[in-house]
DNA sequence: TTTTTAAACGAAATCGTTTTCGAAATATTC
DNA sequence: GAATATTTCGAAAACGATTTCGTTTAAAAA
């Protein structure tokens, strides 16, 4: 019923608990015979070391912490995604915690993940996220941390990220090279710093190719992963602008809106207007037409933010002084029938 | 540098280690003066109690293990929600793992939650799995263990579920009362449980309302969630029947592939042709025509299958003698455009 | 004043490992 | 055969908490 522990194996074998220990781990000063014999019965006895005491005695549990916003999203279960592989492949285990945008949630689960002793964190910020105090705390605490996607600039910490400013610029460019003229932008939200820096690329883009920038065409959707927004906002646009010849928006989600307005009032896309979304939905490939976006690579933000975040925790382990990197990942255009 | 533990709270007060714990746990054999002084210390220090030595003493975790075959799914990111919530809610921290549908991984991923002694798992068998002895094997070990979704019916443990023959048969059944006269049906591969229990969902709804079932309306998708297949089928569906008027699928995903050979070829939905998918994705009410799907409560069943295991740990944990239960969840119809 | 009772504290064992260090047993050398 | 070197083993401390049980001190009852 209970566990079987070294002890167990030791009684069995009647040899020191010390004995068995070293056995299984390989210790040159126990003889070729009593190894054996140890290997033997640990395994006939189905033998599974504790973690938990493991743990105790050498001061690291092989876990590390994940903080995100919310998993039910295309994005963030494909960063999980690759976290989890990433972990597993080092002889890691993964403990996820949402904040579900909340700056109180996010600070509960970082003390959840403390108290647990987690060997590292992972996280990627809460909209409301704007001081930074609970996020100091851990690293003055010399606990690894490495942010990722939504980042605190003014946090001294390993960071990976994309940049988003620079992808809506090659975006909204390419609109440009195709030879459209009057592009709008269906932004985020006012505060998160992914809305704004897509919007600057935005709005750059156009300076940079001698288009005049009009804040008319530019609407704000409150929220990234509701389509109704870009429903709501396509009406309104269209009402608004009669000659409106591409939309670059914030998210495929809000493209979703658009498009399906489209599709309702028989506006032909790409002929009466271009659309070119963000993030590379899955379903943007699937829908007709088509439609073009910026790709995340949300997979590999995962795999390298865990990499970055164990070779902290092993630096740390062999007093290796702490050096903070800040990585940013490489985006590129999924081009398609919508553009 | 170093955590702050009971002993320097100790040694800073004066007493010994076995009072601050009393003090810190509200014991009634220590003075109101003590005990505030210690909370006065230990919050003063920034005291956070050490997991894992209080898990090696109490010998729970208070932490579950969840075995899923992929997070990058729309249902079981859903089912993942609901089961950090609900196990947060109640104390818990959750660990995820994925299976990749290789029964090879699901054991080794059982074998490492078994190592961390987690308090219970969940799990979602993978495709590959039809042989029990790894589940089975943490079952007499008397871990509590709930399966969900992709269960194993002949191993001897608490489940929950949705009836997916139920399902498909109303769904099919709705069909039929509108009108619909030769439905086809996309189903899964042929060896998974609930590909297999939609469609006799769908035939037993044929054979129930006289109609008679035929084999070549059958096109068998081995990738649930590729909609490719649904492309691809619809082609061969289309050049094979003339007069089919309806297609149940497996899953959403598939209806895509079907609904955009239709876009492409001019196929009104549902006037020429009605389809109605399973799972309810959340792109299926905004794609054009919005697509009628079966709902699967997939945050519920987290929700449901976490209370169901800690129940069942606590019970453990009182000795109560165990009784294994088998949920069903209720589905229903969401009728949108394309019926 | 003596005895009883109650209140407040602490020593020590325990959870299951790991690891240091010393001791015993055996083998080697002279 | 004595001295030394080499294997092989185990006692004990440590990790940080919890909990049992005993001890001390003070208060209440006799």
Redesign the pocket.
Known sequence: M??????DIAHEL??????V??A??G?S??????KKAVKKMAKKLN????S???N????ETKTIGVIIPAIVHHFFSNVIDGIIKEAKKQGYLVITLQSNEKLEFEKKQLKLLQQHRVDGILISLSNETYQFDHINAILQKNIPLVMFDKIGKLVNCSKILIDDKQAAYEAVSYLIDKGYKKIAHFRGALKPQNSIDRFLGYKKALQDNGIEYDQSLVYICDNNDDFNNGYKYAKKMFEQHKNVDAVFTVTDVVAYGILKYCNENNIKIPDDIAIFGFSNWFMSSIVTPKISSVIQPSFEMGKKATKLLIKEIKNKKSKTPVTFKKVVLPTSLAIREST
Chains 1, 2 share one sequence.
């Not at 009647?14 to 004995?19: A, G, Q």
């Not at 033998?47 to 504790?50: D, I, K, Q, R, V």
């Not at 105790?56 to 001061?59: D, G, S």
């Open positions: 209970k566990p079987i522990t070294l002890k009647n040899i020191s608990v010390t004995t220990s070293k299984l781990k210790y000063d126990v003889s070729r015979v009593t033998y599974t070391p504790n938990v005491a493991v105790l005695r050498t001061q």
